[in-house]
């Protein structure tokens, strides 16, 4: 084997799952989404993970973008925002297209440079993924995009994290698999990656089992260890 396979996350990893209810805040005249627009992207974000894990722990086969629009009703509904016309629908357009994190761009464009093998592991729908990655410009540097749609299960379940080594023809230990979660990079490892966490919120470590082999403060610790 040469080169390492680099795998990232997307949502938190390259895409900033906050820049939906961000954007829309500064976008439209809603006073009262203004005030709470963090709290109410934090409730989503929860609630996202969340039903990810449910849904995977009783075996029950769904969609991230189902996840994501259910999460976002709750969260609706929690800040009492459900009658607010055009919200839902403006969230769900605008998280189609997030932003990357300033240094993801610069950080891939290097790697690709160098000849590394680059590709996306993400619990999105493969529409979901596609649609971010072409509206970011990052399409081009990416060998592939592994979706979990066709599974139907969500991370850390170990046949999501298998997919790399079926794609690639590879062992899990050619693999560097990159995740802001740090109960993803935890997965990683335990299902046989070398994976670095990028701690971006500078959050105490997960009191789990596997932990990550690294963690940095963003995407540029990938480049350290290349």
């Not at 961000?22 to 963090?38: M, V």
């Not at 761009?105 to 790697?111: A, I, N």
């Not at 979706?147 to 850390?156: N, Q």
Request: net charge neutral; proline share 3%; aromatic share 16%.
């Amino acid at each position: 084997m040469g080169k390492k396979i680099v795998v990232f996350d997307a949502y938190g990893t390259l895409f900033d799952v906050n820049a939906a209810a961000r954007t829309y805040s500064q976008s439209y005249a809603d006073n009262t989404f203004l005030k709470i627009w963090e709290k109410v992207s934090t409730l989503w974000r929860e609630k996202q993970i969340s039903y990810t894990w449910y849904y995977t722990s009783i075996g029950h086969r769904t969609n991230f973008w189902k996840i994501t629009e259910d999460a976002l009703d709750y969260s609706l509904d929690y800040y009492q925002l459900n009658n607010s016309p055009g919200l839902k629908a403006n969230l769900l357009s605008l998280y189609k297209q997030l932003d990357l994190f300033p240094e993801v761009l610069g950080v891939l464009k290097s790697l690709k440079m160098e000849g590394y093998p680059l590709a996306i592991l993400s619990n999105g729908t493969t529409d979901m993924l596609h649609s971010a990655t072409k509206n970011a410009k990052i399409f081009e540097y990416l060998n592939v995009i592994l979706s979990a749609e066709d599974v139907g299960l969500f991370k850390p379940h170990e046949k999501i994290y298998s997919k790399v080594l079926k794609h690639f023809s590879c062992k899990a230990t050619d693999v560097i698999f990159v995740s802001s979660n740090g109960w993803d990079a935890a997965g990683g490892s335990a299902f046989g990656f070398s994976t670095l966490w990028v701690n971006r919120a500078g959050l105490p470590e997960e009191k789990m089992f596997w932990q990550p082999t690294w963690s940095g403060s963003d995407l540029n610790f990938v480049l350290a260890l290349v």
